[in-house]
């Protein structure tokens, strides 16, 4: 560090971070605090970070790590005050944008196991895997929720509940900032994206949301409070405008409400390029000079991949549309947060990653996560688990059964223009188990011939992404989408010898993530062939969906014996399939998010507004409002456990009091079950229009054969409340029924009725 401040009291870590900051600012030059709030992104030709950058200060940078961050790291040191910097990735499931890092499901596949302290586990293992590189910001959890699924970024989603969307954030949270943020294995959470980006026109991604701020209080902010009452020391705005005004200038939501009313006290970052997004496409400024005026009096703290924005910013300072008082109060919030880290007592750590990347531990998560992830939603005639007699020939068949990339899921090394911003760099294909390797591991030793043909490519290829539009995704070798005729008879043929087929199919890489909204929610139309082709063959078939997002797959199940919904479980996914198929663990995932029969019916979550002229569509009858083709909630074990005599705490629930469920769970089958019992909540009548029902607590309970569990839920009174026609939340006396059951369909929920004391 430089000496000229070695002795200054911003340099004393005993002083409060209050002390430190207020020492520092006044310290600072302009031209000092401008490149504070603005971060520069490696890894792409466009963007290079130079160490000049560093020498001149710059906040943060992004996409760099290793021995590549603590050169810079070493320059940042030798600056006038030795401001460290502030260094971020998105490791969103895992520390996936490192070569050799362990992955896990993507958040979609991690909501699907409905268990929080997993999560937690996660989230710290990607920690640890993280400060190993010496990052310490994570762009991460996702808090969106998805109204419209054809919205490309579904998948990086803890699905259609605010309330697991809150819990899961949370606990993710709690694992990646430890018991204590200055802590050598801590690293900064970055919920995202602020706000209700994921209910944009059309599912469009980053169009305009058309929301009251009424309906967004309703449906979206309590994510976002729970994640500020959990200690989150930043969090990002989303691309979309709200209300017609840009999230990155909104101040109504980041000064007035996120930091006012929720009280966060951490600091704002653009997405990608916000500021340059206002001029080029929202339009609602003429340059960048006036573009990052307009975000620093919004709330916007630390613009990310503006390099432009320093100059801009001083030369909006000499014309006196901005003022140092602006410049100080992001950069207050920037300063703070680095404090928080201890940066400034371990800038340059950078540890072995080969010696926690891929811990055993770490291995051993990814493998129970993944199972948590595989939700079984049709089972005929009890196919699975597979008998030793139907394992002798089987025939697996489909593009995506032996390909690691597909599996690994979004924001992931060999992922569409990821290769780009990390020079090509993969994950070594070892440590990944495909759906071909963990069969044939399995069954090796029973005899079994398992026959492999892959059917089909992929999908037609299509840019894969906005900063690299000329670069098309490498995970297919098809490149006009058709299921060539050779392909297609070697698949049909392996079908019809076999005495089980296992289909694998889903949505490709190049349909999931950002700029990846798309126009229907059916199988690409190669891979739908595919399928008829080996449905009629006769063999019975176990279709596994490797899908980032629900499907519109009636078809499939009409015609399939068993389906089995993988979402994108990572790493381990091929072991997991393999241990689920064989009997060997059992299915645990429930359904975070509805799958729609039609992709007219969206939005079709679980909460729909009962308040329509019916719940169907005249050209159509079987599609209904409330008629998903799987619900939230909703998932198979091997057993069928019951929920018997489930009884209120409070029938007349008192003020300021928390009401709790008490039932026992019976399982009368032959093996050691689990299930997730599921407590919602309805008001029967209330002064506004309101969910049919909502989540408002959980618990899973694994029961031995045989064997009944008594259980008692606790539902804390605020997650009964309804959010009124101001936008606050209450619980109005009167009636009030609480919902027991397996999945959020009427026929799995037993009713108890109760009241709410005046």
Not at 42 to 60: D, F, I, N, Y
Not at 472 to 496: I, K, N, S, W, Y
Not at 593 to 611: E, K, M, N, T, W
Not at 740 to 751: A, E, K, P
């Amino acid at each position: 560090m430089t000496d000229l401040f070695h002795d200054a009291p911003f340099r004393n870590p005993s002083l409060s971070i209050e002390d430190r900051v207020a020492d520092l600012l006044p310290r600072a030059t302009l031209e000092e605090l401008a490149w504070q709030v603005v971060q520069v992104a490696a890894g792409r030709p466009a963007l290079p970070v130079h160490q000049e950058w560093a020498a001149k200060g710059v906040g943060s940078v992004l996409f760099v790590g290793g021995e590549e961050l603590a050169a810079l790291q070493a320059t940042a040191a030798k600056t006038r005050l030795g401001i460290p910097l502030l260094a971020g990735i998105d490791a969103i499931h895992g520390h996936t944008l490192w070569a050799g890092a362990t992955v896990y499901p993507t958040q979609l596949g991690l909501a699907a196991g409905w268990d929080t302290e997993a999560v937690k586990a996660v989230g710290r293992a990607t920690a640890i895997e993280m400060v190993s590189t010496g990052l310490h910001w994570t762009f991460s959890p996702t808090l969106c929720r998805p109204r419209d699924l054809r919205w490309g970024r579904t998948g990086e989603t803890f699905g259609e509940d605010q309330l697991l969307i809150a819990e899961m954030g949370a606990a993710m949270i709690a694992g990646y900032q430890g018991d204590r943020l200055d802590a050598p294995t801590s690293v900064a959470a970055c919920p995202k994206h602020f706000i209700a980006y994921g209910d944009t026109v059309g599912g469009r991604d980053a169009s305009e949301c058309e929301l009251s701020e009424r309906t967004i209080r309703a449906r979206y902010l309590r994510p976002f409070q729970v994640a500020v009452d959990a200690g989150a020391q930043t969090i990002m705005c989303a691309y979309q405008t709200v209300d017609g005004v840009a999230m990155s200038e909104n101040h109504r939501w980041l000064t007035e409400i996120l930091k006012g009313e929720l009280r966060f006290e951490g600091l704002v970052v653009t997405d990608w390029e916000c500021a340059t997004r206002m001029v080029q496409q929202v339009k609602s400024a003429e340059d960048l000079d006036r573009a990052v005026v307009r975000c620093l009096k919004g709330g916007t703290d630390l613009f990310m991949a503006e390099p432009e924005a320093p100059a801009a910013i001083l030369r909006q300072l000499a014309a006196g549309t901005l003022t140092r008082g602006d410049l100080e109060r992001a950069a207050a919030r920037v300063l703070a947060v680095k404090f928080r880290l201890g940066l400034f007592e371990r800038p340059l750590v950078v540890g072995k990653p080969e010696d926690v990347l891929q811990a055993p531990a770490h291995r051993d998560l990814a493998h129970r996560t993944a199972l948590g992830a595989l939700t079984l939603l049709r089972n005929r005639d009890q196919l699975l688990p597979l008998e030793p007699r139907a394992r002798r020939r089987i025939a697996l068949i489909g593009p995506y059964a032996d390909d690691p990339v597909v599996q690994a899921g979004d924001w992931n090394l060999g992922y569409k223009a990821n290769q780009d911003l990390h020079r090509n760099r993969a994950h070594p294909r070892a440590n990944s188990s495909t759906i071909r390797d963990g069969l044939e591991r399995r069954l090796a030793a029973e005899g079994a011939v398992i026959t492999y043909a892959r059917g089909c490519g992929g999908v037609p290829m299509v840019p894969a992404h906005h900063h690299v539009p000329e670069r098309r995704a490498q995970v297919t070798d098809d490149p006009a989408g058709e299921a060539h005729p050779e392909r297609l008879a070697a698949a049909v043929r392996a079908a019809e010898a076999a005495d089980l087929v296992v289909l694998v199919v889903g949505d490709p890489p190049d349909w999931d993530g950002e700029f990846c909204s798309t126009a229907h929610l059916r199988l690409p139309e190669n891979q739908q062939r595919l399928y008829e082709a080996v449905r009629a063959t006769g063999t019975p078939l176990v279709v596994i969906l490797l899908c980032s997002k629900p499907l519109a797959i009636p078809e499939i199940t009409d015609g399939a014996e068993a389906l089995l919904v993988a979402f994108r479980p990572g790493q381990a996914t091929g072991d997991a399939v393999a241990a689920v198929l064989c009997g060997d663990a059992e299915p645990l995932g429930r359904l975070p998010i509805s799958f729609p029969r039609h992709v007219g019916q969206l939005p079709v979550a679980y909460d729909f507004h009962p308040a329509s002229h019916g719940k169907v569509y005249v050209d159509d009858a079987t599609l209904g409002y409330d008629r998903p083709l799987f619900a939230f909630g909703e998932g198979l074990g091997y057993e069928r456990l019951r929920l018997v005599q489930p009884t209120l705490q409070h029938q007349n629930l008192p003020a300021d009091t928390d009401q709790a469920v008490t039932l026992t769970v019976e399982n009368p089958g032959i093996r050691t079950s689990s299930t997730v019992v599921q407590v919602y909540a309805r008001l029967p009548v209330g002064p506004v229009s309101r969910p049919n029902r909502w989540l408002a607590a959980w618990a899973r309970v694994t029961v031995e054969p045989g064997q009944r569990q008594s259980i008692t839920i606790p539902i804390p009174r605020s997650r009964l409340a309804i959010c009124d026609a101001d936008g606050a939340w209450r619980l109005p006396p009167g009636a009030i029924e609480i919902l027991v059951g397996t999945s959020s369909r009427d026929q799995d929920l037993q009713v108890l009725k109760g009241t709410v004391a005046q």
